[in-house]
């Protein structure tokens, strides 16, 4: 298929999950940006006639995907893209009506930029603004907007979890330009339906967080196969070491000197001061934190 450059590629992806995907599709289909600049590929587990009859009638590719991996749905939908430009979009998320537009210029004013990653407005179920920050660049897949070229397929199968990390690195270690972008073009939904496990009791919540975090422990350590360069290996043991540390929170293994040490020294991605934070509180403060972390975790169920 032949396009102009800076074709875009939105890809929205869904399991399980369907209350908010249509209000993502339509974030999509009512762009400033004119259609024939931009494809919208949406990849899911389910079929549904609403959302089905939605993406027939405004031309939209729509993948069934049976597989569970977010990085799988991300390489289905990848085979098919056309575009030189691929922007993400989580079901519950919903784009600014200026968002690709403001991307694809940003794009054609620089030719050589291969990352744009936006800033983010958190809103609850209902749509209203709240407060909820984080400005990691490699946080929110919904906000990273990348050069297609730069996605290495083989390196994507490999890992299951943190691919918006993984997506940073890809751009990092490409050695192009980079934009961290002042501009609000995503809204981030905090809410009931993006909360991923309820829990019954606080060993339940210590369970699931041990395997979530071990999950995104090996993710980490497999990308330290897949990257090369000294900058992205320093910021790959600085996550490991402070995943490590996470872990210890909720019964993991030990954490030695050399792991504190390194978030104390090594670049990072994140806030220091809450990571020194965190790691106080492996040391000497563990069952208050947890049981802290449990109560917030329960007060966003209940009033998500």
């Known amino acids: 298929m032949n396009r102009n450059n800076n074709y875009i590629s939105v890809i929205v992806s869904a399991y399980d999950r369907k209350k908010y995907l249509l209000e993502a599709l339509k974030s999509v289909t009512d762009q400033s940006l004119p259609r024939d600049k931009y494809e919208i590929i949406l990849v899911k587990n389910f079929n549904d006639e609403t959302i089905d009859k939605f993406a027939e009638q405004n031309n939209i590719q729509n993948l069934y995907s049976e597989d569970k991996r977010f990085s799988g749905k991300i390489l289905e939908a990848l085979s098919v893209a056309n575009g030189d430009i691929i922007c993400f979009l989580d079901d519950d998320d919903v784009f600014y009506p200026n968002k690709l537009s403001y991307v694809h210029q940003k794009f054609l004013d620089n030719e ?3 990352y ?12 209203r603004t709240i407060a909820y920050y984080n400005d990691n660049p490699d946080f929110n897949m919904s906000s ?16 299951t979890k943190s691919i918006d990390t993984l997506m940073y690195l890809f751009a990092l270690e490409s050695g192009m330009p ?9 809204y981030y939904r905090v809410s009931s339906e993006s909360v991923t496990h309820a829990f019954n009791d606080i060993d339940s919540f210590r369970k699931f967080s041990y395997n979530s975090l071990n999950n995104i422990l090996n993710s980490y350590v497999q990308m330290l196969s897949i990257f090369h360069s000294q900058k992205v290996q320093k910021i790959l043991k600085h996550k490991i070491s402070f995943t490590k540390i996470r872990l210890y929170l909720f019964g993991g293994n030990r954490v030695k000197l050399r792991d504190y040490l390194n978030i104390l020294v090594s670049p990072t991605l ?8 965190v790691a106080v509180a492996s040391l000497f403060m563990k069952k208050y934190t947890v049981d802290k972390l449990y109560k917030n975790e329960k007060a966003k169920q209940k009033y998500a």
């Open 144 to 159: 990273i907007n990348i050069k297609k070229e730069i996605i290495d397929i083989k390196s994507l199968t490999k890992v």
């Open 112 to 114: 050589k930029l291969c």
């Open 270 to 277: 994140e806030s220091r001061t809450y990571e020194i934070k």
């Open 178 to 186: 980079i934009e961290l972008d002042s501009e609000t073009l995503t």
């Open 116 to 127: 744009i990653h936006n800033k983010f407005s958190a809103i609850d179920e209902n749509g």
